[in-house]
């Protein structure tokens, strides 16, 4: 597996966009300057893969950059015939505990919102130019009461009906594609990641497009 972080941007897509076709080039340019950074969803001890799965196409397709997973239980699993291959365009990263996740995103500036059925607040409360990381507990138990007691604000989906929760990957679905809407309103463009950024994303999914990349790059003298 290719080492993204010890390799030149700039070199790796000199080398490999002659591999790519113009269109192609095109759609990742302007699938990155819609990237959000600034909005994560994190998913807490998640059990049934297909949830998973559903939850990062959502992410993905609502121009999401990264997805982080708590693993305190066990480990975040995926079904690929689910995601057809959207994990791919994303950023996953794994923690082993509640307090592990939560630091991490604090020391990348986000605030942290526990989704709860029946909290007061909603997304349309939220001030959208801060980053923000939503968080949502498993299939069965909901968020951990270490994870509430961590997060700095609680949201709810509104409901119109007298069904009062949804399948976790629905309401994945439903709070990024929300969030990521007022997002963009906020900061008033389509996209939050700076120039560096997505360089390091754009390097990474050329190397993801071209099968073979890993050659490619050897023979040029670049890994």
Known sequence: MIN???LDPARVCEALA???ADDRRARIDEVLAARLGGLVLVLENLHDPHNGAAALRSCEAAGLSTVHAVE??????FSSKVTQGCERW??????????????????EGFRVAAA???????LADFQWSQPYALWIGNEHEGLT??????????FSLPMAGM????????????????????????????????????????????????????????????I
């Open 18 to 20: 002659p591999l790519i």
């Open 145 to 154: 009461p270490e994870a509430r007691a961590a997060c700095d604000v609680e």
């Open 116 to 122: 709860v059925p029946g909290a007061l607040a909603t």
């Open 163 to 222: 069904t009062r929760s949804l399948n976790l990957s629905v309401a994945s679905a439903l709070a990024v594609f929300e969030a990521a809407g007022r997002r963009r309103a906020a900061i008033g463009q389509s996209g939050d990641l700076d120039p560096n950024e997505q360089a390091r994303l754009r390097a990474r999914w050329y190397i993801e497009d071209v099968r073979g990349a890993d050659a490619v790059l050897r023979r040029v003298g670049i």
């Open 90 to 107: 994303l950023e996953i990263h794994r923690h082993k505990t509640t307090t592990a996740a939560v630091t991490a995103l604090r020391n």
């Open 4 to 6: 993204f972080e010890n």
């Open 72 to 77: 305190g239980i066990e480990p975040f699993r």
